[in-house]
């Protein structure tokens, strides 16, 4: 049962309510080890952190900055300051010195929490050119630091136990409010400038009550992997409605290692983005590939069963025939279990899944599998959900669910999606040019997607801002494309390009290692990566595979042409934004030799 209250006040009542009961899994810095802290741990921690926070002069409202991965400090940080009325701004962890410099200098942050040594390392680099940055407080103690600028954090909390100051947090509990800035969480900035976007208090408690009503969750069974940045509001938002519902949190601070933890940690639900469900069906369909022909009409035969049981039946709130379910059943003690064993998801709940455009063909698998994607649609500025797919309600694969309770919805020119509600931003940090442009008169956040409502439920059509237009006058949707390209097993990234084009085309980064065993097992001779990208039987071959894809689509959207790059996207480069998403203008302008030779 959920604990709906303002989140200065959620470590001390759930430590009331639950006491010695495991709030977080996590490992320390450096460490493999996995450690657990109880609720009544994490409440006393909280309140010495605040100590601390007001020792150092953090006032009320103050913007105070966090730079680092998913880490248990990172959430204390937060807590605490939320106890003095303060406000988070949080950076990813991937974020460049140009990037930190800017939210520092725009929202005034004087303080700033680090992860380790790369993060302390941009921080300090940033320093003499910062015109309000006086203190850096870093997580991990194997960071070498200049004392005179920064501080250990067990140091920091040592402040808070030699000082403690009870009646002026006692006071500041008091007076918290709904209207109170709890963070300021800054765009990637994808298509421009990056923003700051204002979440309050309120916000907040609007969307744990109208997710409650949406979600079951057993607290003393639900063990929830927190693995995408807690910087996202996704991630955030879902977090905290875990710790509101008092389950346990298992907090994975290198997403390069989510794979290990999950089979160590065994999680029941985790927020997840479609790359993650299209690399775990990229990872299934490759085996059923590689297996001898009796096991792999077995599997297939097994994946059909299970798509008509959950996805014609089940998720339709339908009573499936007594013989599917019998097969299903089997199938589900053998087959789907071993599956779900091996990627650690054998506990499987149900899984939140958000952040783009989620294939059809992806969704039905993992479904098929037993496995409850809930597919839903949100934005950093209505503090993440939107709509979801609801247990117990009827869900259509290619929806992104219900709305949730509170929300207003209608639809602008284009179908543009226009929101009103307790969970919508009040507005953008310090931009009121933007701030007007954004809402309609009557209050309505434009939220620059399109879509339509069929029988509940909300379908998404295209980003309007990402809307390529080909010199044809005909629209082309490029995530949509790029999300039905993605599950092949030998496309890793992908970019397409049309705007202003005759025909589509496509950038793509091969899986290099699958391309590797292709030419192997076909006696292509290569020297290296390059060769490959250049062999005109890969092309062939990666052609074919594509157009297999492609079937479904209008013969103006399908890609006429693509190009096989010998290194990755990378945030390095500028392509890639702190949630790996491409930035367009910045592919098309380190491609631009390769796009044109497409178009010759």
């Not at 994975?252 to 999680?267: A, D, F, G």
Request: proline content about 3%.
């Amino acid at each position: 049962m959920q604990t709906r209250c303002h989140l200065s006040a959620l470590p001390y009542l759930q430590a009331k309510k639950y006491g010695n009961k495991t709030c977080f899994t996590y490992q320390k810095w450096g460490s493999k080890q996995w450690e657990k802290i109880s609720w009544k741990e994490v409440a006393a921690r909280v309140k010495v952190l605040s100590y601390a926070m007001l020792n150092l002069g953090v006032d009320v409202q103050e913007n105070v900055g966090v730079f680092s991965q998913n880490s248990l400090e990172y959430i204390l940080t937060d807590m605490a300051a939320w106890g003095i009325r303060a406000v988070t701004v949080p950076f990813y962890a991937t974020s460049s010195e140009e990037q930190i410099h800017f939210m520092i200098e725009d929202a005034q942050i004087r303080y700033v929490f680090v992860g380790e040594q790369e993060q302390y390392d941009k921080t300090i680099s940033i320093m003499p050119l910062s015109s309000t940055l006086e203190k850096i407080i870093v997580f991990d103690r194997r960071v070498n630091i200049d004392s005179r600028l920064a501080i250990y954090f067990d140091d920091f909390l040592r402040m808070g136990e030699e000082k403690p100051m009870q009646s002026e947090l006692t006071a500041l509990l008091k007076q918290a409010s709904d209207d109170d800035i709890s963070n300021i969480l800054y765009t990637s900035g994808t298509t421009g400038d990056s923003k700051g976007v204002i979440l309050t208090h309120g916000q907040n408690r609007a969307a744990m009550i109208a997710n409650d009503e949406a979600l079951e969750f057993d607290e003393k069974k639900d063990r929830v992997m927190s693995f995408l940045p807690i910087t996202h509001i996704f991630e955030r938002g879902w977090m905290y409605l875990n710790l509101s519902e008092g389950c346990e949190v298992i907090i994975n601070t290198n997403p390069k290692l989510i794979q290990q933890s999950m089979l160590e940690q065994h999680p029941t639900c985790m927020s997840a983005v479609p790359r993650f469900w299209e690399k775990v069906y990229v990872g299934v369909m490759a085996t059923i590939e590689n297996s001898s022909p009796f096991q792999k009409k077995m599997m297939l035969d097994a994946l059909e069963v299970g798509r008509k049981h959950n996805v014609e039946y089940v998720l339709k709130r339908k009573r499936p025939p007594i013989g599917l379910h019998l097969k299903y059943k089997l199938y589900e003690k053998t087959l789907f279990s071993i599956v779900k064993k091996k990627i650690g998801l054998e506990n499987a709940h149900y899984f939140p899944t958000a952040g783009s455009f989620v294939s059809n063909q992806v969704a039905e698998f993992i479904h098929s599998l037993g496995i409850y994607m809930m597919v839903g649609y949100g934005l950093t500025e209505t503090y993440a959900t939107v709509s979801n797919m609801r247990l117990g309600k009827p869900v259509t694969i290619g929806s992104v669910g219900r709305l949730i309770n509170g929300l207003e919805i209608r639809f602008g020119e284009n179908d543009e999606i226009l929101l009103k509600g307790p969970t919508v931003t009040p507005g953008y940090y310090k931009r009121d040019n933007l701030n007007r442009d954004s809402f309609t008169e009557d209050g309505f956040f434009k939220t620059g997607d399109s879509g339509y409502m069929k029988d509940g439920e909300l379908y998404l059509k295209e980003r309007l801002k990402e809307l390529f237009k080909t010199s044809n006058g005909k629209y082309i949707s490029p995530q949509m494309i790029e999300s039905k390209l993605l599950v092949d097993k030998f496309v890793d990234q992908l970019a397409i390009i049309a705007d202003d084009r005759k025909f589509v085309s496509a950038l793509i980064v091969p899986a290099y290692d699958m391309l590797k065993k292709y030419a192997d097992d076909n006696n292509i001779p290569y020297m290296n990566v390059n060769d490959l990208c250049h062999s005109q039987q890969i092309y062939d071959m990666i052609y074919e595979r594509i157009n297999t894809l492609q079937q479904g689509l209008a013969s103006y959207e399908r890609v006429k042409k693509f190009v096989l790059l010998p290194e990755a996207f990378s945030m390095e480069k500028g392509e890639l934004t702190n949630t790996l998403k491409i930035k367009r203008r910045v592919l098309q302008k380190n491609y631009a030799k390769e796009i044109e030779s497409m178009y010759e």
